[in-house]
């Protein structure tokens, strides 16, 4: 599922409202479902909105492996070996990374190389529903696979 918002406080939201949805008929536990943003920034984002919104969260270094009701929460490369029924994926739209300033041709590829790969290991991570978030479109590497994507605007 592609899921257009407002911006990044309405990503937030927006998985808050999902996870609380997801959780009521208990078909799916809040330690079912991952939450993965490009950077570190991201992250504290949404587990302070998890938090504010009386959810439990915990970052990926935090969890000793042994299964809690926890909604887990980090970057797209620490979400590697791990799987869960629901993932939501925040920042859709900003990943890959612009070229720096001062990046060579050879540095930007490499880097953008690694995020690509960062991003579809991150897809890869849901195995039952997949939530992509971006605020108007998702990042060009997804362009290609749009057409297996439902779509939902929930820009207000």
Known sequence: MLVRVAD??????????????????????????????????????ALQ?????????????????????????????????LEFKVVFLLGAAAFPRPRGAKQTDAEYAERRAM???????????????????CKDRPSDVLSGALAHFEERDERR
Do not use: Y
Request: net charge positive; charged share 25%.
């Open 115 to 133: 995020q690509i790969s960062q991003l579809f290991v991150a897809m890869t991570r849901a195995r039952d529903r997949l939530f992509v978030l």
């Open 49 to 81: 909105g998890l938090r504010a919104a009386g959810l439990r969260c915990q970052s990926l270094n935090q969890f000793d492996g042994v299964p809690n009701d926890a909604v887990k929460v980090d970057t797209f490369h620490r979400a590697e070996g």
């Open 8 to 45: 990044a406080a309405a990503q937030v939201g927006f998985v808050v409202d999902e996870v609380r949805w997801l959780t009521s008929d208990g078909g799916v536990g809040g330690g079912d479902i991952g939450v993965f943003a490009p950077d570190r920034n991201r992250v504290r984002n």
